[in-house]
């Protein structure tokens, strides 16, 4: 359940906004264009979960890497990732980040660090961990942020990653966004044992539980678990960010009505929704140049993703393995 207090300087909630706002808005317009069918691929939105994504990723450096998931609108937005390649993938167009090959699950942009994500669960989890891995060796500072799903954690190579990344020490933050849900199965089904933090500090790791709607705990958090890796030799850490998913599992629309969720559970958050409360912690008028910079962006890469082409066919027989 949410709880926290928002605590920063002015700076730092404005650029917290600009990337809350740009996810929020960027898939409110998915949502929007979705029925049309000009959006060639399943989308899993994020809205609600934000803060988790941009309060990480703002603790991050621009040489640092991501791993998503196939909900990873908000990581590739929040690591900045380009918005307009990524409108584009979503219209299955020839300019989108993985050439309209990917769709929303797979989202790539290894110039901002984002790496490609995945729709297999937990896969993308040792991935992340040999890039750490790589990224120990380089010796230059670098981290990675792995981001995943409650239910990954029901995947064996997810604690075969923490075991390897605790025993090599590498730089590596996991971040677990527990929204409850693995598609409709409440956690009360799903796992024997509920203290997750409990669980992963048995591997040899810190681990915390933090308010997934307070996104400034969660930089903070995301900030002083990075810094030692850094610095080399500390290793891992881990966090469980609390959230929940507003819409349903896969599509644009809400399913309260669906049976295995009632609409009073998601009061509470929406009562501590990070957009809503960062916005109104900014002054007017930086949060209406925000709000219509960001607003100008997402119709930009609309307009972009329209007008690209479709890959012509001879991509059928590129970057493809067999
Ligand atoms: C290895 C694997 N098993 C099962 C599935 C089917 N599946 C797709 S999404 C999902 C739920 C995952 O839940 P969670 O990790 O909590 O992520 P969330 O969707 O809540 O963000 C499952 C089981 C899959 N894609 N991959
Ligand atoms: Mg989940």
Redesign the pocket.
Known sequence: MPDGALRADAETLERLYRKLYLTRRFEEVVADIYPTDKIKSPV?L?IG?EAVAVGVCDALRADDVVSG???GHAAYLAKDGDANAMMAELFGKDSGCARGKGGSMHLVDIAHGVLGSS?????TVPIAMGYAFALQREGRGRVVAAF????????GVLWESLNFAALHKLPILFVC???????H?PIEKRWAVRDLIAKVAAFGLPASRIDGSDVVAIRAAAASAVAPMRRGAHGPSFMECTTY?WRE??GPNADFDAGYRSRAELEPWAAADAVTRVGAMIGAAARQTIESEVDRQVRDAVAFAEQSSMPASIELKTHVFA
């Open positions: 899993h994020s979960q998931t196939y909900r729709a297999v669960v937990g896969s995943f799903g409650d239910g990954a954690t029901e995947e966004e527990n929204n409850g849900y693995a598609i199965e998913r599992h896969v």
